[in-house]
Structures are given as C-alpha cells and as structure tokens.
C-alpha cells in the first residue's frame, strides 16, 4: 500500500474522458487477444463510488438520485459494449459490499434500476459478487435476463454448487479458492480435499501464495 493524494471530485470532462479511457483499454484488451472484458462495478472501485450514497457526494446529473448514481456505469457499459459488442463485454457488481468503507442505503432501488437499464445493452453476462442479501439477490436474478455469474465469498464449493442448482445462478466463480488449489477441478472431480488458501499472503509480496500451492499429486508425493 502506498499513500495516496486525497480524492477530488470528477469534473464533467473528466467523467467523458474517463468513458472513454475504459472503451480504449476495452479495445486494447481485445487487440492482445483477450476474449472479453468484465467492467468493475464492484467493491469500492471508481464506478461503485458513484453507484454508492456516501462516496458520491455530487449535486450534478451523475449524484443525488438512484438515476443519477448509475449514469456513469451504465455510460460506461453502453460504450464499451458499443466498441467491442455486447457480447464480449461483462458487468460487476457487489450490492451491500461495505469494503472500502462503501455505502448503499437504498439497495433495493439502485440495483433495482442499474441490472434493468444494463439488461437493456444485451451483455454477455452479470457477475455479482454476493454481499448477503439473499432478497435482493433473488430480485437481481428475477432482473436480469441473460447469464448470471455468482461469487458467493468465503464459502465452500458445495454451498457455491447449490446455487447452480437451485437456478440462482448459471456459473459459480471463485477466487482464493482457485487461487491456493492450482487443479482445483481435478480435485473436485475427485471429490479431494482442498488446500487453505494463505491470507497472509494475499494482495503483494512475492510469489509466495501465487505460484507455490501444492497440486493433489505433489501433496501427496
Ligand atoms: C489475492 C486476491 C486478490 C483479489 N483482488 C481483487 C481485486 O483487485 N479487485 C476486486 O474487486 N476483488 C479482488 N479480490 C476479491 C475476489 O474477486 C473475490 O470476490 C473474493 O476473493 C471473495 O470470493 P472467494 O471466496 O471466491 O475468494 C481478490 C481476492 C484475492 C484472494
């Protein structure tokens, strides 16, 4: 972690110049070979700021209301997915994530209006990054008419299969737990047990915790 200026508030021209530096590196991310982009809307990060009633502070058409607080991502999806398709472009979201000293105080009408109006781009798929409203989950599920994408933190494969299974989402992702189990399909095809992910070893370093998790033959060798 290193210090940081204080944030300032986005001017307008700042705010198109930002759209288009996310179509740019869309495009230059399908120009390297990539097969798709996923737009970060989650997690405190730049579009979750603006979607949130603490961060976004604004009193112009980007703040204030639920219509105004999505403007920016759903400009943001609308020109990516104008520059590589719809097809090729994903959308994050956390609805009810604090991290990064997020706040949402109205879920249910802010993700109420931003999944529709993002329906309505035709994306290839929503990831949601599940904050723990199995409520507001339902409803973004009932929203939402293409691929759903469920990360549900911290919680075990089986748990995370149950949701393919009950119909509330169409693919289970998962991170740490892909993270520390390099053959993690292997092993659960196997039905083997699963390394512990090393949160000391999370978010820098070396490659500690990156590159060096045993596989199901080397643990047992
Ligand atoms: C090493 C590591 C790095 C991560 N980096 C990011 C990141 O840069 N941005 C982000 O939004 N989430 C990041 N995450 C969070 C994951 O996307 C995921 O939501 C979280 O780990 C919870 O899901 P899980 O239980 O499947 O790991 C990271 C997670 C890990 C373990």
């Known amino acids: 972690m290193q210090p940081i200026p204080e944030p300032r508030e986005l001017s307008k021209s700042d705010i198109a110049q930002t759209v288009q530096d996310f179509r740019r590196a869309a495009a230059a991310a399908i120009e390297a070979g990539a097969d798709g982009v996923e737009i970060h809307g989650a997690n ?14 604004r009193t112009d ?5 639920v219509e105004n607080r999505i403007r920016f991502a759903v400009e943001v999806a609308t020109a990516v997915a104008d520059e590589i398709g719809p097809g090729r472009t994903g959308f994050r979201i956390s609805p009810g994530n604090p991290f990064n000293d ?11 209006a931003l999944v ?17 409203d199995e409520t507001l989950l339902k409803s973004i599920r009932g929203d939402w008419p293409g691929a759903l994408l469920l990360n549900r933190p911290g919680t075990d494969l089986q748990t995370r299969v149950s949701d393919l299974e009950n119909g509330l989402a169409d693919v289970i992702t ?17 039905g083997a047990p699963l390394n512990e992910p090393d949160r000391t070893t999370f978010y820098g370093g070396d490659e500690r915790g990156y590159t060096d998790y045993p596989t199901l033959a080397e643990s047992t060798a």
Not at 44 to 57: R, T
Not at 61 to 65: D, K
Not at 102 to 112: A, M, R
């Open 44 to 57: 405190g990060y730049l579009l979750h700021q603006f979607l949130s009633s603490n961060a976004n502070q």
């Open 61 to 65: 058409e980007y703040g204030g209301s």
């Open 102 to 112: 997020i706040v949402e105080d109205d879920l249910p009408q802010l993700y109420g």
């Open 116 to 132: 529709p109006a993002l329906a309505g781009l035709g994306l290839a798929y929503l990831h949601v990054a599940h904050g723990g």
């Open 174 to 190: 998962v991170g740490s737990m892909a993270l520390a189990n390099p053959d993690l399909v292997a092993r659960a095809r196997a």
